[in-house]
């Protein structure tokens, strides 16, 4: 059997085509598009279980397990006061907030949206803060606040972003 040489280099041709046109497609997808599992159901519940973890943290004071959840470039925008920018300046708020007398504070968890991307995330909720006044007093705030959650090289969320408000 002949092989016409037009035909052969014809046919190479187009098999070249083909193979090359699967190739520069699946070199177009983004990462996300090759993203085989959908981990965001996942994802919000290892949210949901960090937040319980660190409202724990928050309510029995302690203060490097509640500053542990931070990124080291997060920020924090806490109720009437300068923005806190790293964990060092968030360290100190936290410490201020933890060392007033009476302190419990506590949050809840409200709803958590993951990105489909799965490397950030954000919950919302309400929280409770109980603290003696300059009296002794016992008083209690309520308010609402927003975090956002980066996924870290290691898999692990943290927060990058902070911000509560109270009710009042």
Same mark, same amino acid.
């Given at each position: 059997?002949?092989?016409?040489?037009?035909?052969?280099?014809?046919?190479?041709?187009?098999?070249?085509?083909?193979?090359?046109?699967?190739?520069?497609?699946?070199?177009?997808?983004?990462?996300?598009?090759?993203?085989?599992?959908?981990?965001?159901?996942?994802?919000?519940?290892?949210?949901?279980?960090?937040?319980?973890?660190?409202?724990?943290?928050?309510?029995?004071?302690?203060?490097?397990?509640?500053?542990?959840?931070?990124?080291?470039?997060?920020?924090?925008?806490?109720?009437?006061?300068?923005?806190?920018?790293?964990?060092?300046?968030?360290?100190?708020?936290?410490?201020?907030?933890?060392?007033?007398?009476?302190?419990?504070?506590?949050?809840? %968890?409200?709803?958590?949206?993951?990105?489909?991307?799965?490397?950030?995330?954000?919950?919302?909720?309400?929280? %409770?803060?109980?603290?003696?006044?300059?009296?002794?007093?016992?008083?209690?705030?309520?308010?609402?606040?927003?975090?956002?959650?980066?996924?870290?090289?290691?898999?692990?969320?943290?927060?990058?972003?902070?911000?509560?408000?109270?009710?009042?």
């Amino acid at each position: 059997m002949t092989i016409r040489w037009p035909v052969f280099v014809m046919v190479c041709a187009m098999a070249l085509g083909v193979v090359g046109a699967g190739c520069e497609e699946e070199h177009l997808r983004t990462p996300a598009d090759q993203q085989t599992a959908d981990t965001r159901a996942a994802d919000e519940a290892a949210i949901r279980a960090a937040s319980q973890e660190w409202s724990n943290a928050a309510s029995t004071r302690d203060l490097d397990q509640a500053v542990s959840f931070y990124a080291d470039d997060a920020t924090y925008n806490p109720p009437g006061a300068p923005l806190a920018a790293g964990k060092d300046a968030i360290r100190k708020v936290w410490m201020n907030v933890l060392a007033m007398p009476g302190v419990n504070l506590r949050w809840a %968890t409200s709803k958590v949206e993951v990105a489909r991307s799965g490397d950030l995330a954000y919950d919302t909720g309400a929280y %409770t803060l109980t603290k003696n006044d300059s009296s002794g007093k016992s008083v209690t705030t309520k308010g609402k606040y927003v975090v956002v959650w980066k996924k870290q090289a290691d898999g692990k969320w943290k927060v990058i972003e902070d911000i509560d408000n109270p009710d009042q």
